[in-house]
């Protein structure tokens, strides 16, 4: 039978919500407790008013189980009124729909962030500057104990930003590592970004990294030549040198490692600017390269300094200026060795030791002759996959190989310099 | 009189590169691409009024097949004083490669058997892609690039196959495939990287002959 009160209770057409309106904007959802068979029936009679839009989340089945029911804005007073007029026991058990649902996408969507930001940069992959960038952010973000420093600016007005690994202290001795000074060696690039996310997790777990952050500090400038990587991408992906323009010239750019002021103007560099090994006009005129110079020397307690190339599979130490070998020779070949040895150790990939001028090639002008002869003992070049197979269009599935073999040779490194530092 | 040279150290290295070069040209096909596992030796001979002479013992694999590898001796030889001509390199190669004549009569067929001329660009890509279809005619522009190497080897160079700008086929009425090769080739002691034109024709018997190769022409 039909109660005509129910019935009359809601004849009323809805109010008409405009178009625009959110379907849960103040919907209600309510909690009604039958007590007998009576208050079941005239429930389900409810649930039959299709006008009425009501929601059951919990359809009335028996007197003893709970009625839950969603009721839109609009019939949200009359069906009060009804329970309230039957006798029928009710609680709200959610005032406001909307706001759950806010907060819950509010939720969801923090979660997916965090998801994105922990897990999402894919180390095995070549990416872009912007990529790496914010990766550098997030990883500074995310461990106390890094930090994004801007060490100067690119010809092209890029920032060149440097991780710095500091657990403390005021200065302590510190460990340089750079890549992608030659910005088509991509392998280094995407190699020194691994490298940086693999000390900042294993720092407290891994003893030999622990042991070394403990007493010195790192400085990784992942992306040493920004406008040269950028113009990797976007225009000719077998780019070399810097971008910077060349007074009387229609060339453009400076090889960055024939730029320092070691030996600089000397063999194994051109003075052509439309050369690929053109030492530039003068030592340190590029700016990618003044400002690490500068930083390093304000600095004025580094303890090694560490670049990484490819292709070669070389691991080399100075001097490529000049052939004669450097006063450390023994200390630098033995531990050099000891170096590929630990690369060789993980996948089979052998690298050559020797100084660069007996190795690769005479070259004048290089980071590590600089570096050494500004009292850095420590100086070493990698030259990292292949041997000529692909070079440097080295497959992204090589990435992380190389990457880890590269890691065990900084790391023994890396241990030889903290014991002799500490 | 020969010099015992370092294998690590450039002078044997380049040596070598030229030897594999001409290796790859005499030896390569869509199914093989020989390349240098280890230098395992290398003595020098200055030679008066000729040249500079290199005796080699390589260790070479095919990429296709790494378990195995072959031993190779090379002499190389350099002429005194000479930019234009090609060193003259002679090859032994001890023991079997792996035979691709299955591989060759494949490729060879599905490519008379298009109805388009091939064409193809950047391989690898730029992040090291070569797609599975494309890696025969990667094999062939090691062929075509080796003996580009080959012929323009000297003392103070090196070179390496950067990429296959541009690879089109061209229809020929006898039996010969005919690939018309744009390649990029590293140097690695001026690190410059050269564009070279270079012709290709290969057929399953009679291997690689490269009929015409020129460096690009400046702003190609």
Redesign the interface.
């Known amino acids: 039978t039909i109660n005509p009160e129910l019935t009359n209770a809601f004849s009323q057409p809805l109010l008409s919500l405009p178009l625009t309106t959110p379907i849960s904007c103040r919907h209600q959802v309510l909690r009604i407790k039958t007590k007998n068979e009576e208050e079941v029936k005239q429930l389900q009679l409810l649930e039959s008013l299709e006008h009425l839009q009501l929601d059951f989340w919990i359809n009335p089945s028996a007197p003893a189980l709970p009625v839950d029911v969603r009721i839109p804005a609009a019939s949200v007073q009359a069906v009060k009124a009804f329970l309230e007029s039957q006798g029928i026991q009710y609680s709200i058990l959610i005032e406001d729909l909307q706001d759950v649902l806010d907060k819950e996408k509010q939720d969801m969507d923090e979660s997916a962030q965090r998801q994105r930001s922990t897990s999402s940069f894919d180390f095995g992959?070549?990416h872009t500057l912007e990529d790496i960038n914010a990766e550098l952010d997030h990883l500074a973000s995310e461990y106390s104990f890094v930090e994004k420093i801007q060490i100067g600016e690119s010809y092209e007005k890029r920032p060149l930003y440097v991780l710095k690994f500091s657990t403390g202290g005021s200065k302590r001795p510190a460990i340089w590592l750079d890549a992608g000074i030659h910005s088509r060696e991509w392998v280094t690039q995407a190699s020194a970004l691994w490298i940086a996310n693999k000390i900042a997790s294993d720092y407290g777990t891994d003893e030999s990294i622990t042991s070394l952050l403990d007493r010195m500090d790192l400085f990784l400038l992942p992306v040493a030549n920004p406008d040269g990587f950028v113009y990797?991408?976007t225009s000719n992906?077998?780019w070399?040198k810097t971008r910077s323009k060349i007074p009387g010239s229609v060339c453009v750019g400076v090889?960055p490692n024939r730029n320092w002021d070691a030996g600089f103007g000397g063999p194994g560099a051109?003075n052509n600017p439309c050369?690929?090994?053109y030492h530039g006009p003068s030592a340190n005129s590029e700016v990618e390269v003044k400002s690490v110079v500068d930083f390093i020397k304000n600095h004025g307690n580094f303890k090694a300094f560490l670049t990484l190339h490819s292709y070669?599979q070389l691991l080399m130490y100075p001097y490529g200026y000049k052939c004669t070998r450097p006063d450390d020779y023994a200390e630098l070949e033995s531990l050099g060795r000891a170096a590929a040895s630990s690369i060789r150790s993980l996948y089979g990939t052998?690298f050559?030791?020797?100084t660069i001028c007996?190795?690769?090639?005479q070259a004048s002008g290089g980071s590590i002759d600089w570096s050494y002869d500004n009292g850095i003992k420590y100086s070493y070049a990698f030259e990292l996959r292949d041997?000529?197979?692909?070079?440097?269009?080295?497959?992204?599935n090589?990435i992380l190989p190389a990457a880890k073999e590269t890691w065990l040779g900084l790391k023994k490194i890396m241990e030889h310099v903290r014991d002799k530092s500490s | 009189r020969a010099m015992e040279l370092p294998p690590g150290h450039f002078p044997a290295a380049r040596a070598a590169a030229a030897a594999v070069g001409y290796l790859r040209y005499l030896r390569g096909g869509p199914g093989s691409g020989l390349q240098l596992r280890q230098l395992r030796r290398a003595r020098r001979q200055d030679i008066d009024g000729v040249g500079h002479k290199y005796y080699l013992e390589l260790e070479l694999e095919d990429v296709l097949d790494k378990d195995r590898t072959v031993s190779c001796t090379a002499e190389v030889l350099y002429h005194l004083g000479s930019n234009t001509s090609a060193p003259d390199v002679q090859l032994t190669v001890q023991g079997e490669l792996r035979s691709t004549e299955e591989a060759d009569k494949e490729f060879y067929n599905r490519i008379r058997s298009l109805e388009k001329e091939f064409v193809a660009e950047n391989i690898p890509d730029s992040h090291g892609n070569v797609p599975p279809e494309l890696e025969p005619i990667h094999l062939l522009a090691w062929a075509a690039s080796g003996y580009v190497i080959w012929q323009n080897s000297m003392e103070n160079t090196k070179f390496h196959l950067a990429q296959v700008k541009h690879v089109k086929q061209v229809k020929r009425n006898d039996e010969d495939l005919q690939f018309d090769f744009v390649i990029l080739l590293h140097e690695m002691v001026s690190q410059e990287v050269l564009p070279w034109e270079v012709t290709l024709l290969w057929h399953p018997q009679r291997g690689a002959r490269v009929p015409q190769s020129r460096a690009a022409p400046a702003g190609s």
Do not use: N, W
């Not at chain 1, 007996?358 to 090639?361: A, E, F, L």
């Open positions: 992959a070549y990797t991408h992906r077998m070399r090889d051109s050369s690929e090994s070669s052998t050559q030791v020797g007996k190795t690769i090639y041997t000529g197979r692909y070079g440097f269009l080295l497959p992204a090589q």
